[in-house]
């Protein structure tokens, strides 16, 4: 089993992070209980080359939708789950909306 995505739990440090790492970011929102969130996590998230591009590359952060409701709604988050990049300084790059296989998410990240 490859290591895990460390995904931080909160998004102002992890921008924090990111402009003090100068490392892009991503966020990932998502709805427990979603079942296309769920299979996301299953056969993505442990992909081994998913996992070394977003610890090595990127500042990784999971959160969960109705937790964060005031951010999904400034960031206009629609769906879950849905994957957004964003440059150190905090602005969105790259947005994509559901399921994305290992090679699809890692041509989102490039």
Not at 81 to 95: A, D, M, Q, V, W
């Amino acid at each position: 089993m490859p290591e895990a995505i460390n995904w931080r739990p909160d998004w102002p440090a992890a921008l924090d992070e990111a402009q003090k790492s100068n490392l892009p970011l991503i966020l990932e929102i998502y709805l427990e209980g979603c079942p296309v969130c769920a299979r996301l996590a299953r056969e993505t998230h442990t992909d081994a080359g998913v996992v070394q591009a977003l610890n090595e590359r990127f500042i990784p952060v999971r959160l969960e939708a109705r937790e964060n409701l005031d951010l999904a709604h400034e960031l206009n988050v629609t769906a879950a789950p849905t994957t957004l990049r964003f440059s150190p300084e905090g602005k969105e790059t790259h947005r994509v909306e559901g399921f994305q296989s290992p090679e699809e998410y890692l041509t989102g990240l490039a």
